[in-house]
């Protein structure tokens, strides 16, 4: 398995998750925003970061770089792209993923483990979360409130392209256990043919047992060990 | 020739600031304010004579950066 990391100006999740894939020996590549072409990769991950500052709305600059044309078109052909935290607001921008990312419903940035509950498993970034679907991740966002209007949204359940959900540590999913104000208390969506998902939380945060937890690592196994 | 275009949330969407700007001038003693929504502003130098086609790119960059019609509306004044 293959993969390439895509670095931004203002990127700095880029090598946490360089860290991850390599310890789940998927063989990764770091490719400048600005190249005309995409290596040879099954997986696209677009990091976490501050790309270009958020000028204008958070990912929008980045979302016009040259690379992305060869990342949509590396979609088109059924590869995998992960956007995390900055990666799914520039997804929402580029228009592969429905939906935006507003500033988050109190205005104060969030930096705290949450609980969320993996509500489909039956994807190539989530399928090993069937041992565990109530999982503990780290969030560290300004702008994670994601939007979706009601047409949207019932899409969105209807097809169960939802992927992570905030709740708490039993998986209840209500007011409570929402913590930036998100439409239906979404944390990361998939879209219809599932090779794209985009999450708020960071799971190369959760690799190592000893630093923090190892909930993260069933999504770098469920992608190395492809459906 | 200038154009400029403001960028403002639509209606249905929360605007978390524009309220708290809105409570702000309330405690400040304005008590006749019903709502505030906060929005952008930008003003863009256009080497380009004719308004039609000034409206025509303005309408362009306005759809593909300047806003995100997911979210935002925008009015565009030329000159």
Redesign the interface.
Known sequence: MKSSIIVFPGSNCDRDIAVALEKFKIKNQMVWHNDANLPKSDLVVLPGGFSYGDY??TG?IAS?SRIIDEIINHTKKGGLLLGICNGFQIL??TGLL???L??N???KFISKNVFLKVTNLDNNFCHNYKKKNIIKLHIAHNEGNY?A?NDLLKKLEDQNLIAFKYSDRNGNINDNTNPN?SSNNIAGILNSEKNILGMMPHPERMIEPLLSGEDGSLMFESLFNKK | MKISAIVTLKKEVLDPQGKVVNQTLKNMGYKNISDVRQGKYFEIELDEKDPIKCKEIAEQICKKLLSNTVIENYKINIG
């Open positions: 204008l709305r929008c016009k929402t921008e429905p939906g935006i507003l500033r419903k109190e205005l939007f209007n104000g």
